[in-house]
């Protein structure tokens, strides 16, 4: 179990389980709890429908209006997921009660596919979260990357978290190749298609 303190908000992630507490202040008198973790706290319409809300020790809806100095207990639903744990040797680049980042090894599938489906970063991860909290929790992919490259990969460990990085952050990914034979050139655009062929999971 981690706690952080930060003015009013205790975040407290406990068993692959997100909490977080608020104290309502006189300015949020007659918002609905829903209206407040939106206009507020930033929450998506997604992740409310995906919390479980205690007011002031008695569990309520998300249209149960607040009072001031109320105290509002938000608790997220674990997510559970079928991708089986494997134990896998994962280079953790960042970790924090929010966020895991990994650098992913070329020659991994980020997760499980119809002809992929063990042996994928998802796999690694779910055994990671397991081995931490207890909890078999389904990994939150923020970016992907395709099979043959390396690169960090962003996994968020709550909904919440998730739902802030999809509507406030922007990712931009740079790739470095190798090239073969010699260009003349030092530096050239080069627009042309890149897709799958067939059933293929390489990009051609």
Do not use: W
Request: glycine share 6%; net charge positive.
């Amino acid at each position: 179990m981690s706690v952080v303190f930060d003015k009013i908000v205790i975040y407290i992630i406990c068993k692959g389980i997100g909490m977080k507490k608020f104290i309502i202040e006189k300015e949020y008198k007659g918002y609905t709890i829903a209206k407040y973790l939106k206009e507020v706290q930033d929450y998506s319409g997604r992740g409310i429908r995906n919390m479980k809300f205690i007011l002031d020790n008695k569990e309520v809806r998300s249209d149960k209006k607040l009072r001031p100095k109320s105290r509002l207990k938000v608790i997220e639903k674990l997510k559970e997921t079928n991708i089986e744990p494997i134990p896998m040797n994962l280079e953790i680049v960042f970790e924090d009660s929010e966020l895991l980042i990994i650098n992913k090894p070329p020659f991994l599938v980020v997760h499980p596919t119809l002809k992929k489906v063990d042996k994928t970063l998802a796999n690694g991860i779910v055994n990671y979260i397991l081995e931490k909290t207890g909890v078999i929790a389904v990994p939150r992919f923020y970016n992907r990357l395709d099979m043959n490259t390396s690169g960090l990969i962003v996994i968020t460990k709550t909904a919440f978290a998730q739902a802030f990085l999809q509507e406030k952050v922007d990712v931009k990914k740079k790739y470095l190749a190798l090239v073969k034979g010699i260009i003349p050139e030092n530096e050239l655009l080069i627009e042309k298609p890149i897709g799958r062929i067939g059933d293929n999971l390489r990009r051609e």
